[in-house]
């Protein structure tokens, strides 16, 4: 299976370090904790800037920086780790002074009138200081209570486990059909599994896009040889299946829990405060407020936007692009003028290709582009617009055509990947574009024209 279409890394760092713009002292050392996606971009960035201190990252599963995505969409098809030294050229253990990829952080004091620098304690009871710390400890898979004998997947341990047991004839049973779900029930459906998906909400990926989308993503499963189940929470788990609220059991030989993820931030009790996501609130630099000198990037941060307001991390764009601007102020160093990237998550599930830019809310209205069924294959190109509600505050004057215009939240696009650099860029330029939705939702209206009228 193809890995998914992805925006090229950006390649606005300055090569040369600057003192232009220079707020504060540039510190002399950083830790990064977490040696992911997001920590891997801050110590890269870093160095591409010029930062010439002592760099040190921490991490906990013992292996240098990989992508995640692929552990669902290729387990079958890619064996190892899409390693981000061969994906995105950059090689940890060249850029920082001291690696420690199995010995994750455990507590955090930050600096006092006595100590100037922040203490950073490991597992194995060492103690790291530094003048500026950088959390990209991303998230950890929920399991909840007595779910034990569950297996989930967020690593390349995960996938390994996993890939072992995926074979004609397993039956699997996946609690849920969110984004991971959803990707591993048709890779596993495709491989001759006897796939049972159980969501305790209406339809797939409600909490995501909505009831109103997600019921147009409910034949899909049929279609990729899978059973859905919607509407009963399970209640319990044991080695030998699932038990639903209604009764009934779903026999499997793997259960595997797919209910989501929440950031790894536990060991930060006391010391950093966090959302109730369990994130930490960064301002649009990634900056913890009233802490200076400490950051978060990646799925660990809610990090505000200058027009979306707080956006939480969980999704590989924002661990991708969000560490630049980070290091650039950690820096001191004048923002560049790029704007912030939209918010932006792809999946490949069941056959299908998903796009989605901005963040839906509850209260949008849906409106269709295109057949959500795909038209006569089952797989031509639709999107779903989410509307903010017409509450005499968002835009509903007419355009140049007289058109009446309003005020777009997020779009989804579906099975058409061609149209993903158009959609980013009329994210990117407007967060919240205002569009004629007469033309909006006319298919043969092309993308790219709808954001170059936006303009
Ligand atoms: C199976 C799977 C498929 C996905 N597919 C998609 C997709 O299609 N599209 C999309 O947008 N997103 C997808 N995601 C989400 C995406 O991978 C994440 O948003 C991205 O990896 C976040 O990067 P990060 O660096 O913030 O966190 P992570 O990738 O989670 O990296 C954080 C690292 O920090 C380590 N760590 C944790 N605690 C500590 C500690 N205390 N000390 C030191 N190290 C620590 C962790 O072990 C981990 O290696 C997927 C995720 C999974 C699991």
Same mark, same amino acid.
């Given at each position: 299976?193809?890995?998914?279409?992805?925006?090229?890394?950006?390649?606005? =760092?300055?090569?040369?370090?600057?003192?232009?713009?220079?707020?504060?002292?540039?510190?002399?050392?950083?830790?990064?904790?977490?040696?992911? =996606?997001?920590?891997?971009?801050?110590?890269?960035?870093?160095?591409?800037?010029?930062?010439?201190?002592?760099?040190?990252?921490?991490?906990?599963?013992?292996?240098?920086?990989?992508?995640?995505?692929?552990?669902?969409?290729?387990?079958?098809?890619?064996?190892?780790?899409?390693?981000?030294?061969?994906?995105?050229?950059?090689?940890?253990?060249?850029?920082?002074?001291?690696?420690?990829?199995?010995?994750?952080?455990?507590?955090?004091?930050?600096?006092?009138?006595?100590?100037?620098?922040?203490?950073?304690?490991?597992?194995?009871?060492?103690?790291?200081?530094?003048?500026?710390?950088?959390?990209?400890?991303?998230?950890?898979?929920?399991?909840?209570?007595?779910?034990?004998?569950?297996?989930?997947?967020?690593?390349?341990?995960?996938?390994?486990?996993?890939?072992?047991?995926?074979?004609?004839? =397993?039956?699997?049973?996946?609690?849920?059909?969110?984004?991971?779900?959803?990707?591993?029930?048709?890779?596993?459906?495709?491989?001759?599994?006897?796939?049972?998906?159980?969501?305790?909400?209406?339809?797939?990926?409600?909490?995501?896009?909505?009831?109103?989308?997600?019921?147009?993503?409910?034949?899909?499963?049929?279609?990729?040889?899978?059973?859905?189940?919607?509407?009963?929470?399970?209640?319990?788990?044991?080695?030998?299946?699932?038990?639903?609220?209604?009764?009934?059991?779903?026999?499997?030989?793997?259960?595997?829990?797919?209910?989501?993820?929440?950031?790894?931030?536990?060991?930060?009790?006391?010391?950093?405060?966090?959302?109730?996501?369990?994130?930490?609130?960064?301002?649009?630099?990634?900056?913890?407020?009233?802490?200076?000198?400490?950051?978060?990037?990646?799925?660990?941060?809610?990090?505000?936007?200058?027009?979306?307001?707080?956006?939480?991390?969980?999704?590989?764009?924002?661990?991708?692009?969000?560490?630049?601007?980070?290091?650039?102020?950690?820096?001191?160093?004048?923002?560049?003028?790029?704007?912030?990237?939209?918010?932006?998550?792809?999946?490949?599930?069941?056959?299908?290709?998903?796009?989605?830019?901005?963040?839906?809310?509850?209260?949008?209205?849906?409106? =269709?582009?295109?057949?959500?069924?795909?038209?006569?294959?089952?797989?031509?190109?639709?999107?779903?617009?989410?509307?903010?509600?017409?509450?005499?505050?968002?835009?509903?004057?007419?355009?140049?055509?007289?058109?009446?215009?309003?005020?777009?939240?997020?779009?989804?696009?579906?099975?058409?990947?061609?149209?993903?650099?158009?959609?980013?860029?009329?994210?990117?330029?407007?967060?919240?574009?205002?569009?004629?939705?007469?033309?909006?939702?006319?298919?043969?209206?092309?993308?790219?024209?709808?954001?170059?009228?936006?303009?």
């Amino acid at each position: 299976m193809p890995s998914p279409a992805r925006p090229v890394p950006s390649s606005s =760092l300055a090569p040369e370090p600057t003192s232009r713009g220079a707020r504060s002292p540039v510190p002399s050392s950083v830790v990064v904790v977490g040696a992911g =996606l997001a920590g891997a971009r801050t110590v890269a960035a870093l160095r591409q800037l010029g930062f010439d201190g002592t760099l040190t990252l921490l991490g906990a599963e013992g292996v240098p920086p990989y992508d995640r995505p692929p552990l669902s969409k290729e387990l079958l098809t890619r064996p190892g780790p899409a390693w981000l030294v061969e994906d995105l050229g950059i090689d940890v253990a060249t850029l920082v002074d001291d690696l420690r990829l199995a010995d994750p952080a455990v507590g955090l004091t930050l600096p006092d009138d006595d100590a100037h620098a922040f203490a950073v304690t490991t597992r194995s009871g060492d103690v790291v200081r530094a003048d500026a710390v950088v959390l990209a400890v991303g998230s950890e898979p929920v399991r909840p209570l007595g779910w034990e004998t569950a297996s989930v997947l967020h690593t390349t341990a995960d996938a390994a486990a996993l890939r072992e047991r995926v074979a004609p004839g =397993l039956r699997l049973a996946v609690v849920g059909a969110g984004w991971i779900g959803a990707e591993i029930a048709g890779v596993a459906a495709g491989a001759g599994a006897e796939v049972t998906v159980v969501e305790a909400g209406a339809t797939p990926l409600e909490r995501q896009l909505g009831p109103a989308v997600g019921t147009h993503l409910a034949r899909w499963y049929a279609d990729a040889g899978a059973r859905l189940v919607t509407g009963v929470p399970v209640v319990e788990v044991r080695p030998d299946g699932v038990l639903l609220a209604d009764g009934t059991q779903v026999a499997a030989d793997v259960v595997l829990a797919a209910v989501g993820a929440r950031p790894a931030t536990a060991w930060l009790d006391g010391a950093v405060p966090r959302d109730a996501r369990g994130a930490v609130p960064v301002d649009a630099t990634g900056a913890v407020r009233d802490v200076p000198g400490l950051w978060a990037v990646g799925d660990c941060a809610t990090r505000d936007h200058p027009v979306l307001g707080p956006v939480p991390g969980g999704h590989w764009s924002a661990a991708l692009h969000d560490p630049e601007p980070t290091a650039r102020a950690l820096m001191g160093l004048d923002a560049d003028d790029a704007p912030p990237h939209p918010p932006y998550v792809f999946s490949q599930q069941l056959g299908h290709d998903l796009a989605l830019f901005g963040t839906p809310a509850v209260t949008d209205e849906v409106v =269709l582009r295109g057949d959500p069924a795909g038209g006569a294959t089952g797989r031509e190109a639709w999107a779903a617009l989410y509307v903010e509600p017409d509450d005499g505050t968002s835009a509903r004057r007419p355009d140049e055509g007289g058109r009446a215009v309003r005020r777009v939240r997020a779009v989804l696009l579906v099975d058409s990947p061609r149209d993903v650099g158009a959609v980013r860029r009329l994210f990117t330029r407007t967060p919240r574009p205002e569009l004629a939705l007469e033309q909006a939702t006319d298919p043969s209206v092309r993308w790219r024209d709808l954001a170059a009228a936006a303009s």
